[in-house]
């Protein structure tokens, strides 16, 4: 079992920078691939970003890359997703999540997800 707590959502305005937390506790946690995902309202969730533990190496969804940052410590177990540049269209729910399958992109890989941190981009 992994627990995610996400925390750092706000209210924000376009061009702004905002970081998101994961908490991650659990066993076995380096054996899991982060990801972040959210969901606009309205809409499906999508893929964000993924990190691997062991060497922090990052993947990025096309409408993200250049101005998203994730990032993890593993002293304190804890991913995070640096968000600069903010877009209105980056108004989403914002979520944590671990998978098996490193670097995965697909929803459906991820076994645990956190609560959701709302992140509001306004114009």
């Known amino acids: 079992q992994v627990q995610l707590v996400e925390s750092g959502g706000g209210g924000v305005q376009a061009g702004d920078s905002l970081s998101l937390s994961c908490a991650v506790a659990?066993?076995?946690?380096?054996?899991?691939?982060m990801g972040w995902f959210r969901q606009a309202p309205g809409k499906e969730r999508e893929f964000v970003a993924a990190?691997?533990?062991?060497?922090?190496?990052?993947n990025y969804a096309d409408s993200v890359k250049g101005r998203f940052t994730a990032s993890r410590d593993m002293a304190t177990a804890t991913v995070y997703l640096r968000m600069n540049a903010l877009k209105s269209e980056d108004t989403a729910d914002y979520y944590c999540?671990?998978?098996?399958?490193?670097?995965?992109?697909?929803?459906?890989?991820?076994?645990?997800w956190g609560q959701g941190t709302q992140v509001t981009v306004s114009s």
């Open positions: 659990g066993r076995n946690v380096s054996t899991y691939s």
């Open positions: 999540a671990a998978t098996r399958r490193f670097g995965s992109r697909s929803e459906s890989d991820y076994e645990y």
């Open positions: 990190i691997r533990w062991i060497g922090g190496f990052a």
